[in-house]
């Protein structure tokens, strides 16, 4: 059997083993976070546009082999606008400034242009989000900025034998990040009360 042969029957082979994981990821405050009290229900969740342009709505990621091939596929259970609007209402709840949609006196949008992760000889996991923050009633921005996440965690190179769920627990602690990073920004924090009478 010739190189080439052998090179192809390898890629069929690893084909042959790949597989596709539906995962989930959620916002959790870091532990020991107290929230500021009393809850002031401030910021409704809008509209946030999916901008990123491979692999559908819900794709996350994966853990490929020596030749880049994907060997395990990562997907999330929902689509990904679904699943960075539900951290960014968990990580409203957790500072007790969430409000229901239609009831905010702001609304936080946003455009997601990055989220994913990977693993090829180094686990990597991205976050980029453009967010903007709204006037519910005359829908004039208050505030906007990009925020960006970039993880990267030493890795075995481990093929077929990498972990799903560590590369999943890296892209749901790179997306805590984000959501963190942006509502607790100093600039967001300070729109806010420059508008409050």
């Known amino acids: 059997m010739g190189r080439r042969a052998l090179l192809v029957a390898v890629l069929l082979a690893a084909s042959a083993l790949a597989c596709t994981t539906t995962v989930p990821l959620r916002y959790q405050p870091v532990a020991g976070y107290q929230p500021p009290n009393p809850p002031t229900p401030l910021i409704s969740i809008g509209e946030l546009h999916n901008e990123r342009p491979e692999h559908g709505s819900d794709w996350l990621g994966a853990i490929r082999g020596g030749f880049g091939n994907r060997l ?15 951290a960014f209402a968990d990580g409203l709840r957790a500072r007790n400034l969430y409000a229901e949609p239609g009831q905010g006196k702001y609304v936080l949008e946003g455009t997601i242009v990055k989220l994913d992760c990977s693993e090829y000889f180094n686990l990597e996991a991205h976050a980029h989000l453009d967010l903007r923050l ?64």
Do not use: C, W
């Open 134 to 197: 709204l006037d519910a009633a005359t829908r004039v921005e208050v505030f906007s900025s990009p925020f960006r996440v970039d993880q990267t965690e030493a890795g075995l190179g481990a093929g077929i034998f990498g972990s799903v769920e560590t590369l999943r627990v890296l892209a749901e602690r790179t997306l805590r990040e984000l959501v963190d990073r942006a509502l607790d920004d100093p600039g967001l924090r300070k729109s806010l009360q420059q508008q409050q009478p």
């Open 72 to 86: 395990k596929t990562l997907r999330l259970e929902q689509p990904v606008v679904s699943v960075v609007g539900d």
